[in-house]
């Protein structure tokens, strides 16, 4: 079995099955930081009917638009107008409520993921 190494802080090694996180302690310059044991749970899938599979096209489009991101000059205004087009088809497929979860989630994870979680609720 492989064996993690363990952090400053930390009580033990993370565990690999079940994904476990164990319990650390941080030091900071205002006192210490105790988190607890986290158990990392594994994501749930979205359905895989017509309207979630092109929602999900969308999505991985989304992120696929910050490659051409990269380009001096045009890139940045190429790539937003990409991304603007493939939001404009996901407010098409989804509902009121999915499209609000989905922009809540975009702001904190690259679309493809924020598309998983926001079919999944």
Known sequence: MVKLPTLPGQKGPPKL???????????TPFGEV???EHK???????P???KSRNA????????????????????DVLADVVEDLHFAELRKIL???QYNEFIK???????????MRALTK
Do not use: R, Y
Not at 108 to 114: S, Y
């Open 17 to 27: 099955w079940p994904p476990t996180l164990p319990e650390t302690t941080i030091p």
């Open 34 to 36: 105790h988190l607890p």
């Open 40 to 46: 990392v749970k594994l994501p749930k899938l979205p």
């Open 48 to 50: 895989f009917d017509e």
């Open 56 to 75: 999900m096209k969308h999505a991985v489009a989304i992120d696929g638009s910050m490659v051409p991101g990269m380009v001096p000059w045009v890139g």
């Open 95 to 97: 509902t009121t409520e």
């Open 105 to 115: 989630q975009d702001k904190v994870a690259p679309a493809t993921i924020a598309m």
